[in-house]
């Protein structure tokens, strides 16, 4: 079986996306594709066309983003969110128009 085991890293999602295209490029097809984090966002982005046009959809949705959005967080941001009791460190609703 082929496999493409995606890790995650953050705004590192988008040179993974890049990093991708010629791997799929010389033909390489995976049977299953897993991922963490920002693997995972490029996982399911090319679940549907695991191909180097594939890839380059995921570099182009990528490039809509900003470090704001899906990135490293911020201390004071993520502090603030500790002591008020929110379900995270990092908000969600950025993710989320990602995935969207």
Do not use: H, K, Y
Request: net charge positive; aromatic share 4%; glycine share 12%.
């Amino acid at each position: 079986m082929r496999a493409l085991v995606l890790s995650g890293a953050g705004n590192f999602g988008a040179m993974q996306a890049g990093a991708i295209e010629p791997l799929l490029e010389t033909g390489f097809r995976p049977e299953l594709i897993v991922g963490t984090s920002a693997g995972a966002l490029n996982g399911l982005l090319l679940a549907s066309e695991p191909t180097a046009e594939g890839a380059r959809r995921a570099q182009a949705a990528w490039q809509q983003v900003s470090l704001r959005e899906i990135g490293t967080p911020g201390l004071l941001g993520s502090v603030r969110r500790m002591v008020t009791n929110r379900d995270s460190l990092v908000p969600s609703v950025p993710l989320a128009r990602f995935v969207a």
